[in-house]
C-alpha cells in the first residue's frame, strides 16, 4: 500500500517536472478556467499541462483539446463562456449531470469544429442561443432533457450537416420555424434524420414547408406538444419517414389522404387529437407495425379494410374512434398482431377468433361495444375484454366480462448459469453473479412497435445489442442487467438499465463517461422495433472506492513536492508516509459516513460491522417521500406491529414498506439480524426485500411490491382473481421451490416456521412468492436439523410432533406445506367449523374410487376442469408431506420433482412462466387486506434468536 503510493507520488512528480508544457496555452487555461468553475471534475485534473498529463475526459491530438467527454460524473456549475477558448473542440459531452445548471453561453461561434454538442439530462436553463447556428460542422446536437425555454433558434437551420437533432423534454415555445426568403429554417435540414421535439410546448401549425421529398427524415416525434391546424399534406412527400409521432396535440381536420403514401412507416400515432373527417387508409403503409389513432373525431366508419391488410402489423390501437362493424375474422390471423385495442367504439355481432389466429396476439380490448356473441375455446391465453358488450349484459360472470389490472411484464436479464450472490451494502448482483457497483439509468424508447412488453426475448435481443455495442468500442463492461419494462402515461417504454464493470468493483470516470458517451450519442442503436431512445442515468457515487475527496489536497502535495523538486527522496517518503495517514484516516472517514449502522450500536461486541447484503439503506425522509407522507391512500395494511404502505422508488420500482409502530419495535440488534437474514434471500419465488430504513426511532422494512395479494385472498374469492386447477399447480410448484431454496440454497439455511397461505403471494403473473419471515430460524451448522426452540407458528398448518417435541426441522416446514396442498384442492381453512382439513382427507379418500371419491372436498371452481390422474397424485403428495412422523415426509426437494410431474402428466410444461394473470380476473376488488398486514414480521424477540447471530 504505502508503496505503491510511493510511486504514484514519483510518477506525478515527474510528470508536472517535465520541461515544457505540451498543452496549447489558450487550451489549457479555458480548461483550468472551466476546473476552477466545476465541483467533482476527476481527480487528476491537476497540472496545468492538461493533455501532456492526461486530463481523464480530455482527448488532444497534439497539442490541442479536441473533446471533452464527462458524462455521468456529478459534476456541477454552470457552462461559462471560457469553454469558447477550446477552438479545436469536436465533441462535448456533458450529459447526465443532473448539477450543471444555468445558461449556455450566447456566443458560441468560436466552437467551429464541433461535431457533437451531447448535453442529455443536464440541468441547464435558459434559450437556447440562436449563435448554435454557427457550429457548421455540426451533427449531432443533443440537448433533450434539460430545462431549455424559449423558441427554437431559427439559425439552427444553418446545420446543413445536422444529422440529429433532439429538443425534446424541455418547455420550449413558440413555433417550429421554417425559412422565409432571408431568415432560415428548419425545413433547410435536408440531411437531419431526426427531429426529436416532443414534451415540449411548441404552439402553431406544422408548417407544411417542413416536408419535401429531398427530406431524410425518419423519426418525426412532436407529441406532447400544443400544435393546432392540420396534418400538412406534404408530410406524404417524405418518404423516407419511419416513425411519425403527432399524437397528444390539438391537431383538427381531416388527415390527408395521401398519408397513404408513407410506405417506410413502422409506427404512426395520431391520437389525442380533434382529427376529422373519414378515418384515414393506411393499406399503403405495408410495413406499419403500430398505430394508435384513438380519441379523435373521425366520422363514424365501417371496420376499413386495411384491418386485415397490414402484413406486419402487431399493435392496433383505436379506442374511441366511432367505429363500427364486424371485426373480420381474417385480422386475427395477421401473423405478428399481438394487441388490438377498440374500446368504446361500435364493434357489434360475434367476436370470432377462429382457429388460425397469430400466435402472438396477447390482448383484444373491446370493452363498452356492442359485440353480443362471443366463444371462449379452451385453451385460449389470449386476455379478452367485452365488459361493457351486450354479451355481458346479463351480468356475465366469464372471465372476458371484467376489466383488469394493466398488466406489466415484471422482467430482469436472468442470471447466466449462476445463483445471484449475496453482496455487501451498495452493490449489486451482476447476471454474471458478481457483485459491483452498477452504472444505472432509465432506458426510454420513443416510439416502440410493440406493445406486448411481456416478450422476454425482445429484451434479450436488447442485452445482446448493448453487449455487442460495448464490447466494439472497448468499454469496461463486464454485462448489463435490463428491468422492469413498463409503459409510461406518453406510450414510450421504459425500462431500468445496469451496467456493471468488468475485473473491478466499480467504474472510473473515463469508464463512466465513455459509456455515458456511447448512449447519449447514440453510438448505441436500438434493434428494430424499438424506435428511438433516450437514456437518463442515476448518479454514479461509486468512482474508484475511497478517493473521491476533492482533488485538491492531493495536487497541493505534488505542487508542494515539485517546488522541491531534485530534494532527497527521504523527504519524499515521507511526504508519502504523510499523505497515506492522511488517505487512510479519510477513508476512515468515509467508510463510516456510509455505513448507516456506524453510529448504531456503540457496544461493539455486537459482532462489529454487520453484513447487510444486498439491502439498500433508505432515509426516513425517502421512504416518506415515496409513501407520499405515509398517505392514507397508500395504507394496504395493518397489524400489531404497525401498517403497511405501498411506495414508488424514484425509478418507479413499487415497494411494500413496513413501519413498525411504536412500542413494537425491536432492538437495533434484532433488527439488525432480521435485516441481514431477509437480505441474504434471492429467488424468484421468495419475496425479496429491497432495503431498510433505521432512523429517528423508526424501522421499516422495504419489500418488493407484490400485487397480487396472498393465496388466501384468492382462494377464498376476495380478490377476484380466478383460481384454475393449472394456475394451482404452478402456485404449489413455485411455492415449493421457493421453500426448497430456503431449506437447501440459502446460506445459512432457513427454517420458514410459518407456512400457510397467508404467506404465499402472487405477482403479476401469478407466480407464488414465499412471504413472511417473521418467524424464520437459520439453520446453525453443528446442531442442522434440529433447532430446539418456543413453538410458533399457526394453528391448522402447525407439525404436530414439533409441537410435541419442540424439535424444529425442516420438516415441520414440509407439513405445513401438505396442508397448504389441501387447501389449494379445497379452498378450505384448515380448521372449518371444527374439522381438520387434514382428517377429513385423510378419511375421506377411498382409493378405489374416481377422483378417490373426494369430489365433496373439492372446490367447485376446480372441480369440473381437473385431470383425475393430476388431482390423485396431488392428494398423494399432499399427504405425503402430512405424514405425522417427520422422517417420513419427503423433503422439499422430492416434493419439487413430484410437481413438476404431476404438472406434466396435466399437460403443462413446468419450467414456463404461466401468462399474464390478467385473462381470469373476475373483476378487481379493493382494500382487501394486504398481505404485508400479516403480524409476525417484526416479531423476533431476543429469546428468539438464532444461536448464531445471538450476542454474547
Ligand atoms: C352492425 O352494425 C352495422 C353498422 O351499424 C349494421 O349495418 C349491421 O347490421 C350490424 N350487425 C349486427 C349483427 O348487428
Ligand atoms: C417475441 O419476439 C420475438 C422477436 O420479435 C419473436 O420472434 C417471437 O416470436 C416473439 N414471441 C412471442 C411468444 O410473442
New binding site residues.
Partial sequence: MMWRIHLHLLVALVQVLRIGALTNPDDSAALNALRDQWNNVPPNWSGADSCGDGWEGITCTEDRVVSITLASINLSGGLTSDILGLSELQILDLSYNKELTGPLPSSLENLKNLTSLMLVGCGFSGPIPPSIGSLQKLVYLSLNSNNFIGDIPPTIGYLSRLLWLDIADNMITGTIPVSNGSTPGLDMLVHTKHFHFGNNKLSGEIPPQLFSSNSSLIHLLLENNRLTGSIPSTLALTTSLEVVRLDRNSLGGSVPDNLNNLANVQTLFLSNNQLTGPLPDLSGMVVLNAVDLSNNSFDATDIPPWFSSLPSLMTLIMDNTRIQGQIPISMFSIPQL?TISLKNNRVNGTLNIGSNYS??LQLIDLRNNFVDAFTLRPGYSIQIILLGNPVCDEGGTETYCTTTRQPSAPYSTPTENCLPYSCSWAQISSPKCKCAYPYSGEMVFRGPS?Y?FG?T??YE?LYKKLMLTFGTEGLPVDSVSLSNPTKTIDDYLMLNLQVFPSNQEYFNRTGISRIGFALSNQTFKPPH?FGPFYFTANKYEYFAGLTTGSHNSSSNIIIIAAAVGGSVLFFLLLLAGIYAFFQKSRAEKAAKKSDPFASWDPNTDSGGVPQIKGAKYFSFEELKKCTNNFSETNDIGTGGYGKVYRGTLPHGQLVAVKRARQGSMQGGLEFKTEIELLSRVHHKNVVSLVGFCFEQGEQLLVYEYISNGSLKESLSGKTGIRLDWMRRLRIALGAARGLQYLHDLANPPIIHRDIKSNNILLDERMNAKVADFGLSKPMSDPEKGHVSTQVKGTMGYLDPEYYMTQQLTEKSDVYSFGVLLLELVTARTPIEKGKYIVREVKQGKDKTKDMYNLHGLLDPIIALSMPPRSLEMFVDLALRCVHEAGDSRPPMSEVVKEMEHVMEISGLNPNIESTSSSTSYEGTSRGYDHPYSNESLFSFSAGNLPSKLEPK
Wanted: glycine share 20%; no cysteine; proline share 0%.
Fill in positions: 399481438q400466435s402472438q410493440f406486448g416478450n426475448s425482445l435481443l422495433g
